[in-house]
């Protein structure tokens, strides 16, 4: 079984709104990080948040982490068609800190 | 841009074929990965080189052989592919100091196609 699923798998949403995206892993972790694919393209880094912190903010992503209930949350305030992409949550391991497992990824489609 | 160039982008290539992906990172970075992303799964990791070391082989057959010669460069060698092999193959690196906050600067990929 995989070390992080993100939930939904897919979400649609107008331009404007807001997307919320979530993840849940398995095994205690050092930092949780997001990350953003074009479409067949290579990850961009989006934030990093550490496990002992609970929210980081950076321009328009918030992210929080909920280490008791292993779930991170990632938010995209006032979406922009610019926004579609698949994004992923990748969480490093207490143990091998340079080292990141991925999730599956939410695909966020931001329609016009 | 993020510092990382892969080569080719695009290759197709016959089950009998034998062919080499390259991957280079202008950031001085210490630690490389390769990873295989295919349609509906998870990124999986396949190799991770720190300092020119091989430190993670996440049980890839042996039709796939990495190569790292120096900490800018890392190959992925491929030879009697099979079709299921097909895949976006992504190259990325980090620090690799071992430090706490590692993120990862990825490659635009090589699209593979195995017929």
């Known amino acids: 079984s995989q070390q992080g699923e993100e939930d939904p798998q897919a979400l649609s949403i107008q331009e404007g709104e807001n997307a919320t995206m979530n993840c849940s892993y398995k095994?205690?972790?050092?930092?949780l990080q997001w990350y953003r694919q074009n479409s067949g393209r290579g990850l961009v880094h989006l934030i990093l948040?550490?496990?002992?912190?609970r929210e980081k903010h950076s321009g328009r992503l918030r992210v929080t982490l909920d280490t008791s209930k292993k779930s991170s949350s990632l938010l995209i305030t006032a979406s922009r068609a610019a926004d579609t992409a698949s994004y992923f949550c990748?969480?490093?391991?207490?143990?091998?800190?340079?080292?990141?497992?991925f999730g599956s990824g939410t695909r966020l489609l931001v329609r016009p | 841009e993020t510092g990382v160039t892969q080569t080719p982008r695009h290759l197709v290539m016959g089950m009998t074929n034998k062919k080499s992906l390259k991957c280079e990172q202008h950031?001085?970075?210490?630690?490389m990965y390769w990873y295989k992303q295919s349609a509906k799964k998870p990124l999986e990791l396949m190799f991770v080189y720190n300092f020119k070391e091989q430190t993670e082989n996440n049980s890839v057959p042996s039709r796939f052989s990495p190569e790292c010669p120096n900490s800018s460069h890392l190959f992925l060698h491929l030879h009697t592919l099979q079709p299921e092999d097909s895949a976006l193959y992504l190259c990325a690196s980090s620090r690799g100091s071992g430090g706490a906050e590692e993120t990862q600067y990825f490659g635009p990929g090589t699209r593979l196609l195995v017929l």
């Open positions: 948040i550490r496990s002992n912190e």
């Open positions: 950031l001085g970075h210490n630690a």
């Open positions: 990748a969480t490093a391991l207490m143990d091998s800190s340079y080292k990141l497992i």
């Open positions: 095994t205690s972790i050092n930092n």
